[in-house]
């Protein structure tokens, strides 16, 4: 039977697309080797250093966020290569059964999914590894599954201050242009992103943003690599080509998002979704529910996950909220399934939106039969009531 009304896409990836970029979307696909693409081409490589925040360099794929994860580590490594990896969730762990699978021997910091990455123990390891033996630390900037961020400057400091070479390799699949993020100043090496969350388009689009010292350093690796050659794009790229065919129709979405992203100032995007992760867990805590992050400052403005009380089920509570009130929520994934669910408040998101989205899961709770105490709707109306949103000058 028909729904009427709209449906809410509240899971934390893919986000609702916003009209502007459907239309950009919408426009005929053209010759991407003809003349009129190279500045279709050059806006969205151009533009994405801007929300990278790099003038280094940045590749865009026809992939999923995984084909960017595995471009990172194809490039830079050679068989065998070991690499240090950090468990903040379900997003680091396929990350690291990527690298063993092609080849890699990657170690995995044991996390217990509640909080970031840990810098200190990063530098404790690295210490360790005199022989320089570790390639790369890659860690998750914005844990989706957990609703965590890690302190990237920080793993930074920390690679430093152990005095070890190893290349920081960073996943914003679900980080970027929603949570602050600073390639060049941060001292990332490689970052992975992917178009369906904060960018706001549709999937289909993946990003590395590259150092200059991990593009001379890929010249030297090992790793068979074809389709995701860095090197194979710096031609092309450089007046705006590829060397195969790109997501022409995507990159004209790409190129819209840019602009809307700066129209309204990376820094209040940031600041409306820490607000709006914020009022989320005011109403959580109203409704004697529990937060999957624990660590406090670490709390993503991306996602919360919610901890259901034990003996139910967060996966017949969201079936429920589905059917009755048409809202997708995202489930708990592989150690935490079944016992969160994930309310997503990113990308092209506003207050009435998320109150809607809340009104939703406090109504579902009621109707899903999960103990919880009223009012949770109501804290984070008044969390939104008593914060104006810091507006900083648009870009
Ligand atoms: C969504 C996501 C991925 C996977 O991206 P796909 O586009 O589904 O391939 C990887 N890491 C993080 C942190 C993500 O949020």
Redesign the pocket.
Known sequence: MRQAGRHFLQI??PSAVPDRILKAIGQQTIDHRGPDFAAVGQKALEGMKTIFKTKQHVFIFP?????A?EAALVNTMSPGDKVLMFETGH?AT??NKMARKIGLEPEFLEGDWRGGAEPDRIEARLREDTNHEIKAVCV??????TGSVSPIADVRKAIDAAGHPALLMV?????LASVDFRFDEWGVDVC?S?S??GLMLP?GL?FNAVSDKALEYAKSTTMPRSYWDWHDMVGPNATGYFPYTPGTNLLYGLNEAIDMLHEEGLDNVFARHARHGAATRAAVRAWGLEVLCARQGEESGVLTAVLVPHGHSADAFRATTLKHYDISLGNGLSKVADKVFRIGHLGDFNDLMLMATLSGVEMGLAKAGIPHNAGGAQAAMEHLKHTTEERFAAE
């Open positions: 934390p990836g992939s999923s966020g995984t084909g994860w997003f396929l990350w998750v900037h914005n844990e989706t599954s996943d914003s699949i679900s980080g992975v992917g369906q969350k999937p993946s």
